[in-house]
């Protein structure tokens, strides 16, 4: 039910003729390339034709703004698995947002999300002040709304799986995770 091929499709409807950026299926790391040279539009690879990856690098896109969206991978630092207790830190400070964006789009597309730490051979973290900030996060987002591209996906992928279209903060349950 859930290809990552439709996903390519819904972004590619929703966003490349007013951004000129593409989903993109790649290999091991994810990673965000702004147009150049040798690529004549902007692409946001995800990992190994994952549909939660996919999921999780649109919403990294969905959040970036217009000169964030111009920087390789944002503009952002990254620190594969096998982080410090202070490198994961920042990490989830970071990851925050994102994620609970990808929650978003996740109930959206009738998929289970699951909040990633991305540690597993790192120190430990607290995941469960991590998961009750980003529930927090879907509660913000849920009052004040999405950013435009965001609510243009989430309503498309609503559509495309027949998913409610209400954005309800009720749906969203922190013991889920």
Known sequence: MHQYQDLITIFKDCFF????????KGEDEPLYLPADENRSYHAIFFAHGFFA????????????GKKRRQEVDFGYWYVPDGRTASQQELFQSVEVK????EWILSKAAGYRFRVSIDN???????????????HQQVKTYCEKG????AETLRLALCR????????AFEDFDVTSL
């Open 17 to 24: 003729l007013k951004y000129n950026t593409l989903l993109v």
């Open 53 to 64: 990856s996919a999921l999780h690098e649109c919403s990294h896109w969905l959040i970036a």
């Open 98 to 101: 994102p994620q609970a964006m």
């Open 120 to 134: 597993l051979n790192g120190s430990e973290s607290d995941t469960d002040t991590f998961k009750r900030a980003v």
């Open 146 to 149: 999405l950013p435009e591209r």
């Open 160 to 167: 495309f799986y027949g998913t409610a279209v209400d954005l």
